[in-house]
């Protein structure tokens, strides 16, 4: 359950993954040795909330945003999507916690709202709840090991608490009710469209993608249909079509190409889908809006 750090010191430096679903790391710093200044973060799906507790600490973000973060007073919520790192001076103290974005949308769910952003990064008045938090896990590994047992229950207590302030606190939330209910998150949604328009050419695998958004292959069924109006397969499907217009319109390359191009078995499969959809055959369709002033140019390269 806990890993990566000596129990007696946690109060001064360590690393602590809480389990049983609570999807929360915590990290506590002190006196850093200098081959430990810098703190990378990976690019991933999860929130970083940074309490400083003394000295000086610079915040990188992938995407060249940068800022530096004061002793004390303040409260930072970072966005990982692109990754981050944490520079401190020696003898900085710092507290951190990173939260997966799936993990506060299984809670979001449970209170009936749903979870629609964090900042990419942003500066927010110091938070004492979330301090005290952190401090009752800490002292309370530190008094009983997790290999003493008897800590799942507070230290998953705890975890929850903690995942629900950051929620709350830091998380812009919209209403569960109405015609988004049961919709996918609008992070969630962006993953997934993002994800399948970058594999057009391959076949679906929507259990990867479920596991992108942290929840099941028939929760993001129903969850996707229930945010766009469409099935996973029709909007899939009608974006292949949509790319083949373009290659009609834009390029002189066989309709045969096209298909394999855009993830059809073969030139009749691109006929039959794009004729359902559009009414009429790809040949007729290029024919009706290829412009009289210019030819077709063959493509230089794929986009």
């Not at 006196?31 to 991933?44: H, K, L, M, S, T």
């Not at 047992?149 to 929620?167: R, V």
């Not at 007729?284 to 077709?296: G, T």
Request: proline letters at 4%; aromatic letters at 6%; hydrophobic letters at 40%.
């Amino acid at each position: 359950m806990y890993a990566g750090y000596h129990s007696e010191k946690i109060l001064d430096r360590g690393d602590c993954d809480l389990g049983h679903g609570v999807g929360l790391h915590l990290r506590r710093a002190a006196d850093i040795p200098e081959r430990q200044q810098r703190r990378r973060y990976a690019p991933e799906l999860a929130v970083l909330v940074v309490i400083p507790r003394s000295g000086n600490l610079f915040l990188e973000l992938g995407n060249g945003q940068s800022a530096a973060i004061a002793a004390c007073g303040s409260t930072w919520v970072v966005n990982l999507e692109q990754g981050a790192s944490l520079v401190g001076a020696p003898g900085t103290k710092y507290s951190s916690l990173k939260i997966t974005l799936s993990a506060l949308e299984c809670l979001a769910t449970g209170c009936g709202v749903r979870l629609n952003s964090f900042p990419m990064m942003g500066e927010y008045p110091s938070d004492a709840v979330l301090e005290n938090f952190v401090d009752a896990l800490a002292e309370h590994i530190t008094v009983q090991p997790a290999e003493q047992g008897g800590s799942a229950d507070f230290c998953h207590a705890i975890g929850t608490a903690i995942k629900y302030h950051i929620l709350r606190t830091y998380g812009d939330q919209g209403s569960g009710t109405g015609q988004t209910a049961g919709a996918l998150a609008p992070w969630q949604l962006h993953v997934v469209k993002e994800a399948m328009l970058a594999r057009l050419d391959s076949k679906l695998d929507a259990e990867k993608l479920a596991r992108l958004c942290g929840i099941s292959t028939s929760h993001l069924r129903r969850a996707f249909l229930a945010s766009t109006g469409q099935s996973i397969h029709r909007w899939v499907v009608r974006q292949r079509v949509d790319q083949a217009c373009g290659d009609l319109l834009s390029t002189s390359l066989p309709m045969a190409e096209i298909a394999l191009r855009w993830g059809f078995s073969d030139q009749s499969h691109l006929t039959r889908t794009f004729a359902a959809l559009l009414g009429m055959t790809p040949a007729r369709w290029r024919r009706a809006h290829s412009s009289s002033e210019a030819s077709p140019v063959q493509e230089s390269s794929r986009p």
